[in-house]
């Protein structure tokens, strides 16, 4: 049975800036709890306590599981590896301190970094893309973090396909997916970010079910898809207006997908992440909603 829990970007502590002030780490881990999710990602470093055992007693004291944490680095650029390596070992060491084997380092792009993909997001065009030789950079990048966060700290590492970085098409999907080995590198499926990238969630993951190590549950509200092109909105306007609706409001088939994760018997973590969503009232009103939602599917 999948299990269903709750990130702090959900509240706006986000690895970028929407503007406004995000609550604290404390509000947050009580109103994941009090809404009925059983874990957390951990948020950008430094949001919840880098000491392992006041972190540990902040976690369980409410019944959560830690099971993750966002790691960005510019993959692009192998003067970037390093850096990311050591960011992503240092948080691996940390949650692996307070919950074993349990948590993934989410691995994704630097997104927001480059300009060309942020004002495109969820219409870019290959020629946006990398080249051959880019790949080949990029790949290595997010193989040597996994494999440095394997022998330094025994996590896994899964990569985060995300609009407004390098990996955020289908088409982009499958090419760093065909380029890492899946035993090293898998996949945190996250159907909103699929479907603004342009792809069918439901499709997306029957094609990489097997590599779907950890889950990210975000509804797409197309008729803010359609503005976004209109009006030719970079992501971070996208994200302003709503672009990553209330779980059942938007287009995203969740039914089929729980059927598809039902078929694999996965039993990992599936994640609510919602970002931070202008006019969409209180982030607790809004993270119950969502977890209402996804108990009228069976979970």
Not at 37 to 49: K, Q, V
Not at 102 to 121: M, S, Y
Not at 176 to 182: A, E, I, N
Not at 201 to 223: I, M
């Amino acid at each position: 049975m999948i299990k269903i829990a709750n990130a702090p970007c959900s509240w706006g502590a986000l690895e970028f800036d929407l503007g406004g002030k995000a609550p604290d780490y404390v509000q947050v881990l009580n109103e994941i709890a009090e809404t009925g999710y059983a874990g957390t990602e951990l948020g950008d470093w430094g949001f919840m306590p880098t000491d392992p055992e006041k972190l540990s007693r902040e976690i369980h004291r409410r019944n959560l599981v830690l099971l993750g944490a966002f790691v960005p680095v510019f993959l692009k650029d192998p003067a970037s590896h390093q850096g990311g390596i050591e960011v992503a070992v240092r948080t691996a060491r940390l949650m692996a301190a307070v919950e074993d084997r349990v948590p993934f380092i989410v691995l994704a792009d630097e997104n927001g970094r480059v300009p060309q993909r942020t004002k495109n997001a969820g219409r870019v065009t290959p020629e946006m893309g990398l080249s051959d030789a880019e790949w080949q950079i990029y790949a290595e990048g997010a193989t040597k973090v996994a494999e440095a966060v394997k022998k330094e700290a025994g996590l896994r590492t899964a990569f985060h396909h995300h609009c407004a970085g390098y990996v955020e098409t289908p088409a982009e999907i499958a090419k760093l997916m065909s380029l890492t080995d899946p035993g090293i590198l898998g996949l945190v499926f996250d159907c909103g970010h699929y479907r603004f990238g342009g792809g069918d969630a439901v499709e997306g993951l029957r094609k990489y079910s097997k590599r779907v190590w950890h889950f990210h549950f975000k509804d797409y509200d197309p008729g803010v898809g359609e503005q976004v092109a209109k009006n030719e909105w970079d992501y971070f306007q996208a994200v302003r207006q709503g672009v990553f609706c209330e779980l059942g409001k938007g287009e995203v088939d969740f039914p089929s997908l729980m059927k598809e994760l039902e078929k694999v018997e996965y039993d990992g973590w599936g994640v609510v992440e919602q970002d931070v969503l202008p006019g969409m009232g209180k982030p607790k009103e809004s993270a119950k909603r969502n977890r209402d939602y996804i108990c009228s599917l069976g979970y």
